[in-house]
C-alpha cells in the first residue's frame, strides 16, 4: 500500500515534464490520477503508459487559457460523479514564452502568462474546494519557481506570476488553516524541462535534473507527511544544502 493508496490526485499539466513523471509517481504511490492537460495525443500517451502497469487513470482535456469558470465547475461536478472524492490537486502546468525585457512584451502574451500561471489555477482551484473539504486530509501543491531568479530582469508575466503563487499560498494557507485542506507550493530544484530550455542553453546547464529525481518530492506534498510543510513553499534542495 503506497502513501496515496485510495486518493484521487488531479494533476494540472500532466503530461509536462514534471506533470508526467509526477503523475507516474503518484501512481506509484497509490492514488487515482486525473491527468488535465491540452495537449490530447500526449495525454493519451500517459494515460497507456499508467494503464499498462495496471492503474486506472482518468483523463480531462482541457486548455486552461482558454477555459472559464464554469468549465472548472464541470470539472469539480464530473470528479465527484466519477470517483465521489478528491484528495489532492497539483499544479504543474506553466506557461513560458521566454525571456523578453517587460517594455518589449507582447501584451497578449503578458496577459497569458499571467492566466494560465496564476489566475486559472485559482479558477480551477476554487471550483474544487467543496470536494477537498469533504476529505478527511487533502493537499492543494502548487508548483512555483525560485524567486530569486524568476524575479529578475526579462522574466516577464511569468516571474510576476511566481510572485503571486507564493502570496496565495500564503493566503490561502490563512484562511483555510482549520480545514482538511492543506496548502503548500513546491520550489523544485533546476529541471531538464522544455521551460527550462527557452531560459537556458542546454549543452551549458550543469545542474538541472531529470523531472523524475523531483517526482517523489510531489507525492511527499501530497500525501499525509506533507503536513510538515503545510502553508509554505518547500525549497527540498535548500533543505539538502542546510
Not at 21 to 30: K, R
Not at 66 to 77: E, F, K, S, V
Request: proline content about 7%.
Amino acid at each position: 500500500m503506497g502513501v496515496l493508496a485510495g486518493r484521487v490526485v488531479l494533476v494540472v499539466g500532466a503530461h509536462g515534464g514534471l506533470g508526467e513523471a509526477a503523475s507516474l509517481a503518484c501512481t506509484e504511490a497509490g492514488a487515482t490520477p486525473v491527468l488535465l492537460g491540452r495537449k490530447v495525443p500526449r495525454l493519451n500517451r500517459l494515460h497507456d503508459r499508467l494503464q499498462a502497469t495496471g492503474a486506472a487513470p482518468a483523463l480531462y482535456p482541457l486548455d486552461l487559457e482558454g477555459a472559464t469558470p464554469d468549465d472548472y465547475t464541470d470539472l469539480a461536478a464530473r470528479i465527484d460523479a466519477g470517483f465521489g472524492r478528491l484528495d489532492g490537486i497539483l499544479h504543474v502546468a506553466a506557461y513560458f514564452p521566454g525571456l523578453t525585457p517587460l517594455e518589449h512584451t507582447d501584451p497578449a502574451a503578458f496577459a497569458r502568462a499571467l492566466h494560465v500561471n496564476l489566475t486559472a489555477r485559482w479558477w480551477l482551484t476554487q471550483a474544487c474546494l467543496p470536494l477537498l473539504r469533504r476529505a478527511a486530509d487533502s493537499a492543494l501543491v502548487f508548483a512555483i519557481d525560485d524567486q530569486a531568479r524568476t524575479s529578475s530582469a526579462y522574466w516577464g508575466g511569468y516571474g510576476i506570476a511566481q510572485a503571486g503563487l507564493s502570496a496565495m499560498v500564503a493566503i490561502l494557507h490563512a484562511e483555510l488553516a482549520r480545514s482538511p485542506v492543506r496548502v503548500s507550493g513546491l520550489q523544485p530544484p533546476p529541471m531538464r524541462t522544455g521551460l527550462r530550455a527557452r531560459a537556458h542553453v542546454e549543452e551549458d546547464d550543469r545542474v538541472a535534473r531529470v523531472p523524475a529525481e523531483v517526482a517523489a518530492h510531489c507525492v511527499t506534498l501530497l500525501a499525509p507527511e506533507g503536513r510538515d510543510h503545510r502553508g509554505r513553499v518547500w525549497a527540498p534542495a535548500e533543505d539538502r544544502a542546510a
